[in-house]
């Protein structure tokens, strides 16, 4: 059978069984041993109990579980280790492996494996393994250090194209900083000439505004004298007509006295009050003759 591999990585999976069926034999032989020594320490008798047979089973199956439990986390361990040598190898080249676990319970695969191992499983000599030893040789040829050598190459290449980039935005970046500072000097001239203009400009209009508000301040003093004398004046004018009203009153009240002295000194106001008069003794006549006939109560 032949696995895909070149003729080395034939020959280093061949030690790699090699080495498995050897550790499988010795653990073999050791689970063996544990039957033999059960044999001849305890079946000495020719009848057994149910109780002694089970306590033989038990003793023996503790001790068989034991040598499997050993030899199949050796195995796991053995395992890694081998691993960890592919992998160290394969990082030296900045390589990354990958395993599918699933693969490892392929049974067709399986199946190979083991008509391999019973057909094409050769015993080698000691030569060979002097020369096999358990060592992975360096990949420094084949198709893998060739495509490694192409993918540095072109990491170089690529790392040149960088750095010319690179010095490239450095000479754009200085030119810019140059720039920069030029634009940055020209807008502090700018600045300051903006500034000077802009603080005559201000002076001047603080000074307009100062007069504006000199002459706001007299118009509005000359305007609280007018008002004050204006006011002043109605004052005096007030005061003249309440006391010109007040006289008029007093003339108004003198002229109706006169009035009503003058009235009653006329004949139509003597002949008027002659009649009230009469007419009041007449009431009076006509209540005295009223109580007289009236009945006494």
């Known amino acids: 059978m032949y696995f895909g591999f070149n003729e080395h990585h034939q020959s280093e999976v061949i030690n790699y069984m090699r080495f498995a069926r050897s550790k499988r034999v010795l653990r073999l032989k050791t689970i063996d041993s544990c039957?033999?020594?059960?044999?001849?320490?305890?079946?000495?008798?020719?009848?057994f109990t149910v109780d002694e047979v089970r306590e033989m089973l038990d003793g023996l199956q503790v001790v068989v579980r034991g040598e499997v439990e050993t030899e199949l986390i050796n195995t796991a361990h053995t395992n890694v280790l081998l691993l960890r040598q592919l992998f160290t190898e394969a990082e030296k080249f900045y390589l990354r492996?990958?395993?599918?676990?699933?693969?490892?319970?392929?049974?067709?695969?399986?199946?190979?494996?083991?008509?391999?191992?019973?057909?094409?499983?050769?015993?080698?000599?000691?030569?060979?393994?002097?020369?096999?030893?358990?060592?992975?040789?360096?990949?420094?040829?084949?198709?893998?250090?060739?495509?490694?050598?192409?993918?540095?190459?072109?990491?170089?290449?690529?790392?040149?194209?960088?750095?010319?980039?690179?010095?490239?935005?450095?000479?754009?970046?200085?030119?810019a900083l140059d720039e920069k500072t030029r634009a940055e000097r020209a807008l502090k001239d700018i600045q300051k000439v903006q500034g000077e203009q802009q603080r005559r400009a201000c002076a001047q209009e603080i000074s307009c505004l100062e007069d504006t508000v000199a002459a706001l301040k007299e118009d509005y003093e000359k305007s609280l004298s007018a008002n004050a004398a204006s006011q002043k004046d109605l004052q005096e004018n007030l005061v003249s007509a309440k006391h010109d009203l007040l006289r008029i009153q007093e003339q108004l009240n003198l002229a109706e006295k006169e009035l009503d002295k003058k009235f009653q000194q006329t004949a139509a106001y003597r002949n008027m009050k002659e009649m009230l008069t009469k007419k009041n003794d007449q009431i009076k006549d006509l209540r005295k003759k009223l109580q007289r006939y009236e009945p006494d109560e």
């Open 97 to 175: 492996l990958q395993t599918d676990i699933s693969e490892l319970e392929n049974r067709e695969l399986l199946e190979q494996v083991a008509e391999f191992e019973k057909t094409d499983f050769k015993t080698p000599n000691k030569s060979n393994q002097e020369s096999n030893k358990p060592k992975l040789a360096p990949l420094n040829e084949g198709g893998v250090s060739e495509l490694l050598n192409k993918e540095i190459a072109r990491l170089h290449e690529e790392n040149d194209k960088l750095k010319a980039r690179l010095r490239t935005l450095e000479t754009q970046a200085m030119s």
């Open 35 to 47: 039957f033999e020594e059960l044999k001849d320490s305890r079946l000495v008798d020719e009848t």
